[in-house]
């Protein structure tokens, strides 16, 4: 059984964007800022003694250490991007991917340092350099196709690029870990192709997906300049309180505009709610608008859409809106 509900906003203040997100990302970012903050101020202080010619002992591990925080740091701000806009468009492909590159940059940054810090033996080290090379490679696989998920809608043309240069990241992907595991693989792979074809060929495709991917880049960034503004009256994600429709129970549900919903805490009745905020075609949030033509672009704002000042007094059948069920 599936109660759906559609509320009204009850407030025109428009949030902060910190207000917007989940706690985890509130305390994720937190964090990633300390780690960064912190390995640029450690590379400024080994700066600092190197121009005074101080020579510590684990100079050269806290510069490492620095240097794989700050990237990790960067890369989990670049993920959290990503979560949001997946969020924000229910990309659940972008959600997915956006966890699997959190998993796989931490799990290099945590073989990185182990690299740094922990004395091995040769052997050792060599299989824990290729496991931190792997892990290093399919970062940057991920990160590639979150950087253009945009809240700007990409042209036909724009995604047709996206999609063949991920997939030939991927083959390069594919090609750099088998060459990690097992350098033999690659060379016979050359061998049979010839050196000379193998390197034009490659060389042609990586020229290719880098402009192509310039050109989509830059079209994002000067159509995101173009598209008005959406605020919103409330946080796309909040939560709302209010008594289960089954058992009566009072608790506060996560309202998320996208999903399978919540579910009571006693009863464990499933309940979405959406929230239905009018705008205008051009985008502008027409709540508490009492006129019939939209303030900013001037067009006629339909009956359904109109605020009504006694609308909370209205009866559901002189409102328009569905009886509670």
């Known amino acids: 059984m599936t109660d759906s509900t559609t509320t009204t906003p009850a407030t025109t203040a428009t ?40 020579r510590e ?49 931490t799990l290099a940054a945590v073989v990185w340092l ?19 090379a792997i892990c290093s490679i399919w970062t940057i696989e991920c990160l590639l196709p979150l950087a253009f998920l945009s809240p700007v809608r990409l ?33 016979r792979y050359v061998g049979t192709i010839g050196e000379d074809l193998f390197f034009r060929t490659h060389a042609a495709g990586a020229i290719f997906a880098f402009s192509g991917l310039i050109v989509v880049g830059v079209h994002l960034r000067l159509r995101a300049r173009h598209e008005p503004e959406r605020g919103e009256s409330v946080p796309w994600r909040f939560d709302m309180r209010l008594a289960c429709p089954r058992c009566g129970f009072e608790q506060s549900l996560p309202v998320a505009g996208s999903g ?5 805490g006693r009863c464990r009745l499933r309940i979405r709610i959406d929230v239905d905020e009018p705008r205008c075609a051009c985008g502008y949030v027409l709540y508490r608008i009492s006129g019939d033509r939209c303030p900013e672009c001037g067009r006629e704002i339909a ?15 002189e409102d328009g809106s569905p009886a509670p069920a």
Request: charged share 15%; proline share 4%.
């Open 155 to 187: 042209p036909m043309w724009g995604r047709a690029i996206v999609v063949v240069a991920c997939g030939y990241a991927v083959y390069l992907g594919v090609l750099g870990t088998a060459g990690i595991l097992e350098a033999r693989w690659v060379e």
């Open 114 to 132: 182990a690299l740094i810090w922990l004395p091995m033996s040769g052997r050792s080290e060599e299989n824990l350099a290729r496991g931190g």
């Open 260 to 264: 399978d919903g919540a579910r009571c």
């Open 57 to 105: 002992r684990y100079s050269g591990q806290a510069a490492g250490t620095a240097v794989v925080a700050g990237a990790w740091s960067l890369l989990g701000f670049a993920t959290l991007k990503a979560l949001d806009f997946s969020g924000r468009r229910g990309v659940r492909w972008g959600l997915s991917l956006g966890w699997a590159m959190a998993t796989v940059s």
């Open 303 to 317: 009956e359904a859409d109109r605020w009504l000042a006694d609308r909370a007094d209205r009866s559901p059948s």
């Open 15 to 54: 949030p902060t964007p910190a207000a917007n997100r989940p706690p985890f990302q509130r305390v994720a970012r937190r964090v990633l800022l300390i780690a960064l903050l912190a390995s640029v101020g450690v590379l400024v202080l080994l700066g600092l003694l190197l121009l005074f010619d101080v």
